[in-house]
């Protein structure tokens, strides 16, 4: 069993910034790819959306296009922890974020249906 808990939610102002962690117990992260979504409140369904998603060894990184070139997934394999670093913060960016957990050593994992593991979520609110 792999627990995860986010932190790093919060408030911020149109263009701001914000680092988000997922820090992980019960098994070591090395072997999974680890998974960044969101839930939008005005989301018309319980699909979250897909944000991102980094590689087991972190030397892969996949993204959404709508977050393309201002959020930057990282992980520190031996702190067990992932980070969602968020720039240029728009107010259709505010939902809860959650990040989640595959044990994989292969392709990016884009569906939410195909995580295990899941974090209880953090609320991200963007002001314009």
């Known amino acids: 069993q792999v627990q995860l808990v986010e932190s790093g939610g919060g408030l911020v102002q149109a263009g701001g910034s914000l680092r988000l962690s997922c820090a992980a117990s019960g098994r070591t992260l090395s072997s999974y790819v680890m998974g960044w979504f969101r839930q939008a409140p005005q989301a018309p369904g319980p699909e979250r959306e897909f944000?991102?998603?980094?590689?087991?060894?972190?030397?892969?990184?996949y993204y959404a296009d709508s977050v393309k070139g201002r959020f930057t997934i990282s992980r520190d394999n031996a702190k067990n922890t992932v980070y969602l670093q968020m720039n240029s913060l728009k107010p259709e960016d505010t939902a809860v974020y959650y990040c989640?957990?595959?044990?994989?050593?292969?392709?990016?994992?884009?569906?939410?249906?195909?995580?295990?593991?899941w974090g209880q979520g953090t609320q991200v609110t963007v002001s314009s």
């Open positions: 989640a957990a595959i044990r994989s050593y292969g392709p990016m994992v884009t569906g939410a249906q195909d995580y295990d593991y």
């Open positions: 944000v991102g998603a980094i590689s087991w060894s972190g030397s892969n990184t």
